[in-house]
């Protein structure tokens, strides 16, 4: 069983950076094989893809929803089994809930098929 953990939210000005963290267990020997993307929820509104990036064995490219691009940037320690996700130049509408999944191999994943707990950014002064 994969398992997944986000961290690295908290409150920030507009203007501010955070980094998010999503730690992977129980991958063995398997990590190359997954690409894991990067979601986020507010109240009201859908979950919206935010980043993504291919297993290794894919090639390790990344994609951006338009409204980041320029300031999030997606990257993986493999040794670590962790993707992190560095915003910059926060806005206030980049507040919500933000998820890491995994899913096989792909940018966007045929299935996102294990997701984390979520970590909640909120950007406000």
């Known amino acids: 069983q994969l398992q997944l953990v986000e961290s690295g939210g908290g409150l920030v000005q507009p203007g501010g950076s955070l980094r998010l963290s999503c730690v992977a267990s129980?991958?063995?020997?398997?990590?190359?094989?997954?690409?894991i993307g990067w979601f986020r929820q507010a109240p009201g509104k859908d979950r919206e893809d935010v980043s993504c990036?291919?297993?290794?064995?894919?090639?390790?490219?990344?994609t951006y929803v338009d409204s980041v691009k320029g300031r999030f940037t997606i990257s993986r320690d493999n040794a670590k089994n962790t993707v992190y996700l560095q915003m910059n130049s926060l806005k206030p509408e980049d507040t919500g809930v933000y998820y890491c999944?995994?899913?096989?191999?792909?940018?966007?994943?045929?299935?996102?098929?294990?997701w984390g707990q979520g970590t909640q950014v909120t950007v406000s002064s």
């Open positions: 999944a995994a899913g096989w191999m792909t940018c966007p994943a045929p299935e996102w098929d294990y």
């Open positions: 129980g991958l063995g020997f398997t990590t190359d094989y997954y690409a």
């Open positions: 990036i291919s297993s290794s064995s894919n090639g390790g490219s990344t």
